[in-house]
């Protein structure tokens, strides 16, 4: 089964959160305790994605995190890589001298048009996609071969 982490799918409930006042300063007391998760585990990914430039820390009294731009220029794919890392399917679509077995591989370049057509895929919907009260059809252009 290919999935997410917890931790990327508690990044995504955190950013979701922050995406309906996008504007607004968060603490990660305030927002662990609005997305139900334990205050560790929010702080963590919120400096995480600090790091990663999808969140601007704020210090001070008044401080705390907002997102770095505004929810609609914040892709999934971005997201994903902030938290999983390089996005690939298999070893072999990292790149070239991953696999010692990808000389002889005839799967190679289908696991990585698959893994392109996760990327285009994750790309297509942005953070203002998740929370929108209904899932809005999301059109993939066909991939070239």
Known sequence: MLRISKLTDYATLLLTHMARAPQQVYSARGLAEQAALPLPVAAKLLK????????????GA???YVL??????ISMAQILAAVEGPLAVTECALGRGVCEME????TRPHWQLIGHA????LEA???ADMVAPK???VRLQRLER
């Open 48 to 59: 995480l994605l600090a790091r990663e430039g999808l969140l601007v820390s704020q210090r």
């Open 62 to 64: 008044a401080g705390g």
């Open 68 to 73: 770095a731009r505004a929810p609609q220029r």
């Open 103 to 106: 000389k002889g591989c005839a």
């Open 118 to 121: 996760l990327q285009v895929a």
């Open 125 to 127: 919907v942005s953070l």
């Open 135 to 137: 899932a809005a059809p």
